[in-house]
């Protein structure tokens, strides 16, 4: 008796044993099959994430529309180059500011000791010009810009703008539209395309 019941006991214990490896081995195959729909659920979600950005992304305004609006308004642009050489401690302005040299200010005047009356002029002709901003460089060559276009976030944002160059830029292109670009971040490349005199279309993707 005690021999079968020690046999008993045996098979009870190895059918355990297989029972719970059993259901052990369908729990982890259901895990994997939970993994592998969430991770295609996933991967579709990015997808079409990703392709919306790219349908509804704003595309860069044609260069004859650029050239247009800056013939229509070329005394506009004059005047805000000619601003930009005279201020000379001003690096950037636009709508939220200004940005200083000495002493460093961001911000909105009259910080940075730069007068209010001068800025709401910058503010009237970006209306005029259809500018976003405005900037210089420092030094014997200013290269006065403004700021025509841009979209994007972070360090993936794409511009457009309008400058007088004192020197003829070495990287240019024939045109801008379909203009697939060439920078790779964290280098920026920025090309340009010659309007008249010294004025030129420059982008920076």
Not at 127 to 150: C, M, N, Y
């Amino acid at each position: 008796m005690r021999v079968m019941a020690a046999e008993c006991h045996s098979q009870k214990l190895f059918a355990t044993f297989f029972s719970t490896r059993d259901f052990d081995v369908r729990r982890v195959e259901f895990v994997k099959k939970i993994f592998k729909r969430l991770a295609i659920v996933l991967l579709f979600v990015v997808v079409a994430f990703g392709g919306c950005i790219y349908y509804f992304a704003p595309r860069p305004p044609k260069e004859a529309k650029l050239i247009q609006k800056f013939n229509e308004h070329r005394v506009d642009f004059e005047k805000l180059r000619d601003m930009l050489q005279v201020d000379t401690n001003l690096t950037r302005v636009a709508s939220w500011g200004v940005e200083t040299r000495k002493p460093f200010f961001l911000g909105n005047p009259p910080g940075g000791n730069f007068p209010v009356d001068r800025y709401n002029q910058y503010l009237s002709l970006f209306k005029q010009t259809g500018g976003l901003g405005a900037s210089r460089r420092e030094g014997e060559h200013d290269d006065p810009s403004i700021l025509v276009w841009a979209w994007g976030w972070a360090g993936d944002t794409k511009h457009i703008g309008i400058c007088w160059l004192d020197e003829e830029p070495t990287n240019q292109i024939t045109t801008l539209d379909g203009y697939q670009g060439r920078s790779v971040y964290p280098n920026t490349v920025v090309v340009f395309r010659h309007i008249d005199q010294n004025w030129y279309l420059w982008a920076d993707w």
